[in-house]
C-alpha cells in the first residue's frame, strides 16, 4: 500500500529504526503504572509499523494508544536508536485529527479555545492585584495552569518578583495553545496574534514565563517567530531567578521533580538547582533525576483525557519522594505541582511547592 | 480462540488483567527480532493459581501458551508463532524475600533485574549476571533463556545461581524444585532443567536465587592491538594466569569504524580493543590482579595500554564498548544481534571468519563480546526492506555457525535458541541428544501446548 499518512512521509525512516529492544519500558511512566507493553513506546511503533505496511488502517481502534502518550520524551532519551517518539506521535495525531479518529477530549479541547481564551473555558481571570499591559522591562506570562487552577504558587511568585524589584508587568494573556499541537491540531492564531501583540505593547525585552511549557511555544513554534524577529527574549523563571540571591535558607530536607517541558525538551537542569542549593543546602537528589526523571503523568493531554492513569503516574512519581523521605518537593512547572498535588495522599507528608513559591515562603517567615 | 474460552480466561484473572485488544496483540507480535506473530488473547495473572488454572485450561481446550517477560528477547522466544494465548508475567513483580543471612532473595518472575539490584545494594549484595538489558528485563525472562552478561568469565551466569523454582506444569500441578540451601545432592536437579527452558517445559511463578557479596573496589584498564592475533593470545594468557577479570571485553575494527563514522569520539581503528575490569575488597588484591594484565597487554604487543585512575576514567574507557550497540543500531533500519560462544582459545579464530563473512557476502558486522568467556556478539544492521541483503544475512548466518561449531563452539552463549536458531539445532545436538529433548518435552507437555515451535522441539 502506498504511504498516505503525514507521520509516514515525515518520520517512517525513524519508526523502522525502532529495533523493539524495549529498553523505553525503563522509563516510560504508562509503562510503569500499567505494565501494558501497548502503551509504551516500543508498543506505539509496532502499531505504526503495521499501519505504514498496510496491516492495519489509522482509526479509532488506536486511540487509546497513540493519544495515551505524555510526550515527555523519557523514551528518546533512553533510545539506543535514536527514535523520537514524542515527535512521531504528535504528528500522528495529526493525521488521526484529519481523519476524524481523535479522542473526545482533544477535539472538545481545540473547540474550547475556539470560543475561549484558556484551556479551562474560564471567563473572568484572575487578577492578581497587579498591574497589566504596562511599559515594563519584562513581561509575567502566567500560563493556563497558573491563571487558573495554582493562583496561590502564581501569587507568591508574583511577590517574590516585587521582592526582587524585577520590573515586570502582566497582561491581559490568553493561551499560548502550544498543548493543541501535542493534541493533534495547530496553534490557534488568532491567541498566538493576541498574545504577541500585548507583549510588543508594554515594550518588554524579555517574556518571563511561569509555565516551561509555554516558554517552549514562545520560543519554538512558527506563530510565535514574530517575537524572534523583534529580539524578545523568552526565559522560564528558573532562568531569571538563578541570578538572585534570596538569603535565606531552609533546613528542610528538599528534593525537586525535572518537569519534562523544561528538562529534556530544553535541556535547563541546572538553574533550578543552582537557587535550590543557595535555600537548601539538604537537598537531595530523586532516583530519576534530570535526563532521566520520571514524569509526573500531566503532560501531552493525558491529565485531561484519561484521568485515572495521569494520577497514578503521579502516586509512582511522589513514591520517589517518600523512598528519600524528603519532606519539601519542589518543581517548576504548575501543571506537574497540579497534578503531583491532587495525587498526594493524606499519609504523605511531604510538602509540594513551586520553587519561586518555596523561597517566597521562607521570605516571609523570615519577616 | 473461542468466545467461550476467552469468557472463562477473564474469570480467572478478572476482566483488568484479559485482553484481546488489538493495540495489546501487536504489541504482544513480536520481541527484539524479526519474528512476528499475534496470539488471540494475553493475560496478566496475579498469582500461581491463577497460572495453574490457565494451562489446566490450555491443556483441555490445546490452545498454545506463551509466557513473556519483558520481551527483550533477541531470538524470537516470546514469539506466539502459533497464535494463543501470551501469559504476560509482568503484573507478578514481588520481591518476596531477601534474606542476607542465608544469602539469597525469592522474587516472583515479574521483578525487574534492575529492582532487585536496588533492593540489594544498602546491604552491598547483588545478583551478579549483570544482562545489558537489565534496566527492563525480568527475573524470569533471565531464568527461562538462562541469561548471561559481562560478568560471566568470573562469576558466571544466571544458572549459577537459582537455588529453586516454584513451576507450573502444563497440566496445572504446581511443581516445586530445588531448596533454600546453598548445596544440596537430593534427587534429580529439577532446578536446571528449567533454567534455559524457554518456556517449553513448565511457567516459572516463584524464584529463589543465591546472591553475592558485591566487591566494592574495580580498576579498569584498556588496550588496543593492531592485530588481532595478539589480543587473542592476551585473551587466553590472561584466562590462564592465575586471575578471573571481573570483565574482559572486546571490540572489534568494525566497531570501531562504524563509532567513528557516527561519532566524534576519534577511536584508534585497531584490529581489537580489550577493557579488562578487575575487582576486589582492597586495592592491593585488585591492583595485584590489573598489574598481572597490563602485562600480558604489553607482552602481547599492545600498541597502547591505558589505566583509569578514577571512576571518570574508567567510563572513558568503557565508551567504546558501551556504545557499540547504539551506534550499530542507527546504522541501518533492521538489527541482528548475534550470539556465539567458542572455546576462549578460538576467539580470534571467529572474529577473522565474521570479518572475512562481511566480506564475501557485502555486509557490515561490527562485533563484540565477552572475550573472558568466549561468548561473541556479531552486530548485523542492514536493511531489512532489501530482499537481496536480508538473503546475504541469512548465508553470513548459517556459514557463521557451521564455523562455530567446528570450531568447538556453541550456538548462543546467552540469547537461547527460540525461533531464531532454531534451524541450526541439529547442526550442535547429535540425534541422542535430540531424541532426549524431545522425549522430555514430550513428558512434560505431551500436548505441545507451551511455547510450541521453539528449539527446534517439534513433537
Not at chain 1, 511512566?29 to 501497548?38: I, Q, S, V
Not at chain 1, 517574590?160 to 490568553?174: K, P, Q, S
Not at chain 2, 499475534?38 to 497460572?51: G, H, K, T
Not at chain 2, 552478561?149 to 502444563?170: F, H, N, R, S, W
Amino acid at each position: 500500500m502506498d504511504v498516505q499518512y503525514e507521520f509516514a512521509n515525515k518520520f517512517r525512516d525513524q519508526i523502522l529504526r525502532c529495533s523493539s529492544c524495549g529498553f523505553c519500558r525503563a522509563i516510560c511512566p504508562l509503562f510503569g503504572l500499567t505494565k501494558r507493553p501497548a502503551l509504551n513506546a516500543r508498543g506505539k511503533m509496532l502499531v505504526l509499523k503495521e499501519v505504514m505496511d498496510g496491516s492495519i488502517d489509522l482509526n479509532d481502534e488506536l486511540v487509546e494508544t497513540l493519544f495515551q502518550c505524555t510526550t515527555c520524551a523519557g523514551c528518546a532519551e533512553l533510545c539506543p536508536s535514536g527514535v523520537n517518539v514524542p515527535d512521531i506521535i504528535k504528528q500522528v495525531r495529526k493525521d488521526m485529527v484529519f481523519l476524524d479518529s481523535c479522542h473526545p477530549v482533544f477535539k472538545g479541547m481545540n473547540k474550547l479555545l475556539q470560543e475561549h481564551t484558556n484551556i479551562y473555558g474560564e471567563d473572568e481571570p484572575e487578577d492578581f492585584e497587579r498591574e497589566r499591559n504596562t511599559p515594563a522591562e519584562y513581561v509575567f506570562f502566567i500560563g493556563c495552569v497558573g491563571s487558573y487552577r495554582e493562583d496561590e504558587p502564581t501569587m507568591a511568585t508574583l511577590d517574590l518578583l516585587d521582592h526582587f524589584r524585577v520590573d515586570y508587568t502582566l497582561i491581559d494573556e490568553v493561551c499560548c495553545s502550544g498543548v493543541l499541537e501535542d493534541v493533534g491540531y495547530e496553534i490557534n492564531k488568532n491567541l498566538a496574534q493576541k498574545n504577541i501583540d500585548l507583549i510588543l505593547a508594554t515594550g518588554a525585552k524579555t517574556v518571563i514565563t511561569g509555565c516551561p511549557f509555554c516558554s517552549r511555544t514562545f520560543n519554538n513554534k512558527t506563530q510565535y517567530d514574530r517575537l524572534k524577529q523583534e529580539k524578545i527574549k523568552i526565559i522560564h523563571i528558573s532562568q531569571l531567578l538563578k541570578d538572585f540571591d534570596p538569603g535565606v535558607k531552609t533546613d528542610k530536607l528538599v528534593t525537586y521533580h525535572d518537569p519534562c517541558d523544561l528538562g529534556r525538551h530544553c535541556g535547563i537542569y541546572e538553574e533550578p538547582r543552582e537557587i535550590i542549593r543557595k535555600i537548601a543546602p539538604n537537598f537531595v537528589e530523586m532516583r530519576h533525576n534530570r535526563a532521566n526523571a520520571l514524569c509526573c503523568g500531566a503532560g501531552g493531554g493525558v491529565r485531561g483525557a484519561f484521568a485515572k492513569n495521569s494520577i497514578g503516574m503521579a502516586r509512582r512519581r511522589l513514591e520517589e519522594v517518600e523512598e528519600i523521605q524528603a519532606e519539601v518537593l519542589l518543581t517548576e512547572c504548575n501543571s506537574c505541582l497540579h497534578n503531583l498535588d491532587n495525587a498526594k495522599l493524606r499519609a504523605q507528608k511531604f510538602k509540594i511547592y513551586t520553587t519561586s513559591q518555596f523561597i517566597n515562603q521562607l521570605i516571609e517567615s523570615d519577616r | 480462540m473461542e468466545t467461550s474460552i476467552k469468557e472463562r480466561l477473564k474469570e480467572i484473572v478478572g476482566p483488568e488483567n484479559y485482553t484481546d485488544d488489538l493495540i495489546d496483540l501487536i504489541a504482544y507480535s513480536k520481541d527484539a527480532t524479526e519474528h512476528k506473530h499475534r496470539p488471540e488473547a494475553a493475560v496478566w495473572p496475579l498469582d500461581v493459581n491463577q497460572v495453574s488454572k490457565i494451562l489446566m485450561l490450555a491443556n483441555e481446550k490445546l490452545f498454545p501458551v506463551v509466557p513473556r517477560g519483558a520481551g527483550t528477547s533477541l531470538a524470537g522466544l516470546p514469539v506466539p508463532e502459533r497464535g494463543g494465548l501470551i501469559l504476560d508475567m509482568a503484573r507478578m513483580d514481588k520481591i518476596l524475600n531477601i534474606s542476607i543471612e542465608d544469602r539469597l532473595a525469592v522474587v516472583q518472575p515479574g521483578v525487574v533485574y534492575q529492582d532487585l539490584e536496588r533492593a540489594l545494594a544498602p546491604d552491598d549484595f547483588c545478583f551478579p549476571p549483570d544482562p545489558a538489558s537489565g534496566a527492563v528485563c525480568t527475573l524470569g525472562g533471565n531464568v527461562a533463556t538462562n541469561a548471561g552478561g559481562i560478568k560471566g568469565a568470573k562469576y558466571g551466569t544466571t544458572k549459577d545461581y537459582v537455588l529453586a523454582l516454584e513451576v507450573v506444569l502444563p497440566d496445572g500441578r504446581i511443581l516445586h524444585t530445588g531448596s533454600q540451601c546453598m548445596k544440596t545432592s537430593s534427587g534429580y536437579d529439577l532446578t536446571k532443567l528449567f533454567v534455559g527452558s524457554e518456556g517449553t517445559l513448565g511457567v516459572i511463578t516463584e524464584i529463589t536465587l543465591k546472591i553475592n557479596p558485591r566487591p566494592p573496589l574495580v580498576t579498569t584498564s584498556m588496550a588496543t592491538f593492531d592485530d588481532l592475533e595478539d589480543a587473542g593470545r592476551a585473551i587466553s594468557e590472561i584466562m590462564y594466569s592465575g586471575i578471573l577479570p571481573s570483565a574482559l571485553e572486546i571490540v572489534d575494527q568494525q566497531s570501531l569504524k562504524a563509532i567513528n563514522q557516527n561519532t566524534d569520539m576519534n577511536l584508534p581503528e585497531v584490529e581489537a580493543l580489550l577493557v579488562a575490569e578487575t575487582d576486589g575488597y582492597t586495592q592491593e588484591e585488585v591492583e595485584f590482579q590489573m598489574a598481572k594484565i597490563t602485562k600480558i597487554f604489553k607482552k602481547n604487543n599492545a600498541a597502547t595500554v591505558r589505566r583509569a585512575e578514577n571512576e571518570e576514567e574508567a567510563a572513558a574507557l568503557w565508551t567504546a564498548r558501551k556504545t557499540a550497540y547504539g551506534v550499530t543500531a542507527r546504522i541501518n533500519n533492521t538489527l541482528f544481534v548475534e550470539d556465539l560462544a567458542v572455546p576462549m582459545s578460538k576467539v580470534p579464530d571467529i572474529l577473522r571468519t565474521i570479518s572475512d563473512l562481511a566480506k564475501k557476502y557485502d555486509l557490515k558486522i561490527p562485533t563484540v563480546g565477552h572475550a573472558g568467556d568466549g561468548n561473541i556478539h556479531p552486530v548485523i544492521s542492514f536493511d531489512g526492506t532489501s530482499r537481496s541483503e536480508v538473503e546475504r544475512v541469512e548465508k553470513a548466518t548459517k556459514d557463521l555457525f557451521e564455523k562455530v561449531i567446528e570450531l568447538g563452539g556453541t550456538l548462543t552463549g546467552e540469547h537461547g535458541i527460540g525461533l531464531a536458531k532454531a534451524p541450526f539445532m541439529r547442526m550442535e545436538h547429535d540425534d541422542v541428544a535430540m531424541d532426549v529433548m524431545l522425549s522430555m518435552k514430550r513428558l512434560f507437555d505431551p500436548n505441545n501446548i507451551l511455547n510450541p515451535g521453539k528449539m527446534g522441539l517439534e513433537l
